[in-house]
């Protein structure tokens, strides 16, 4: 068996494609705006872009509402398993794939002649194999380093195949290791924190905090962390890829946070759920920054004139927890009566039930999904909110 001499180099332009949960698309464009000053548009769940191998670093560290960064490497018509193959094979694996590299495949086969998931995912591995042997001059891939995961989509007849560069997704931003309390997703939560009038000098608050994801995501927005700061991507493990790059991208964020002082904090009635949100400020690197308590809603007494509460209710999803979710939206409702200055945005199963326990009809809402289930964002403005997103 020959070993292969070339190191192989990633193309310096490619396709990016970045997806995000359904309902924070625009949420997601905003922020690849300001991270690359690139207006482009979401389409089902998917921002495109060129971009260079800097790049796809720089949206795996620093987008907030990103689930997964890919690589787009093919893109082309096939009603066959000999087309698929074909255009498969003619993509440049060995620019993106190392020699000792495992590939894995998975997809999806939506309105075409091709509909066997099972057999497109065979048929792709099989190009990929091909063409790298034929390239490297092996008869059989190795396949003993690091995992390359394909993703392929079918859509009538038309074939897409992208590279994974995140592994893990990017909501697992690693500081969240126990769970207790059912936590929102650290992506919907700051795409949450995006549509709300919060600010990094204004005062914040999450009265049900759970594990404190809001308020941990919201320091961390505020204090200039960079989300994938901690963690790992995909492409660590590649040998081919630009490992020096990677650190230099990851200093300039680590360079980037910022030293200020904020106001941000959370109580929840459940003391178990509040150690666990200590817990996990102190691995998101913010505990000393938030202030975490154990107590009713009712009991939330804003020490500021103005601020931000953005807050996740409990749901009352099982019949046995719908009198008390009711009876907390009320005493939220009262609470922030007295309070008008200061802005709420809830995300809630029913809009309508949370109106009316809460006692005010929102200014405005926005459908998102908390996981699978559908919710509704009601935003209240507080007397002179900045509004706008
Ligand atoms: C849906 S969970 C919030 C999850 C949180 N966003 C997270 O990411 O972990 C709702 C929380 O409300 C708390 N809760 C329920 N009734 C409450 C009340 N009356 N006062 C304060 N907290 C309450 C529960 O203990 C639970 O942690």
Known sequence: MKTYARKP???????????????VESALKKEIFRLFQKEVPAINGAI??????????????????????????????????DELFDGVKAVRWED????DGKVTVNGKCVKSALFSISDCQRIIKKAVADRLCEKF????????????????????????????????ALHKRGYRDKTGVTPIKETLASAILFYSD???????????????TFV????????????????????????????????????????????????FCGSDIDAKAVELAEYHAKRAGVSGAVKFSV??????????????????????????????AEESYKDFGCVMKDFPAWSVFAIVKDGKRFEKFFGRKSDRERKLYNSELEC??????????????
């Open 295 to 324: 107590k009713a809603v009712k009991d939330f007494k804003p020490r500021q004139d103005f601020g931000t509460v953005v807050t996740n209710p409990p749901y009352g999803v099982k019949a046995s927890d719908i009198r008390s």
């Open 9 to 23: 180099d990633f193309p310096t332009e490619t396709e990016i494609v970045v997806t995000c949960a359904s309902g």
């Open 137 to 168: 001059g092996y008869n059989r891939l190795p396949e003993s380093g690091a995992e390359y995961h394909l993703e392929f989509s079918v859509f009538k007849d038309r074939v897409a195949v992208m590279i994974d560069t995140s592994g893990v």
């Open 96 to 99: 993106f794939i190392a020699a």
């Open 216 to 263: 941990i995501e919201g320091a961390r927005i505020a204090l200039n962390i960079a989300p994938g700061i901690d963690r790992r991507f995909a492409f660590n493990d590649w040998k081919n890829f630009d490992e020096k790059l990677y650190f230099s991208l990851k200093q300039e964020a680590a360079d980037g946070v910022r030293d200020i002082k904020i106001d």
């Open 48 to 81: 495109t872009f060129k971009g260079s191998v800097s790049d796809v670093v720089k949206a795996n560290l620093n987008l907030r509402t990103a689930e997964r960064v890919y690589i787009k490497t093919g893109d082309f018509e096939a009603k066959s398993f």
């Open 376 to 389: 509704r964002l009601k935003y209240y403005y507080g007397k002179n909110s900045e509004k706008g997103n």
């Open 198 to 212: 919060f600010y990094r000098i204004r005062p914040f608050y999450d009265p049900f905090c759970g594990s404190g």
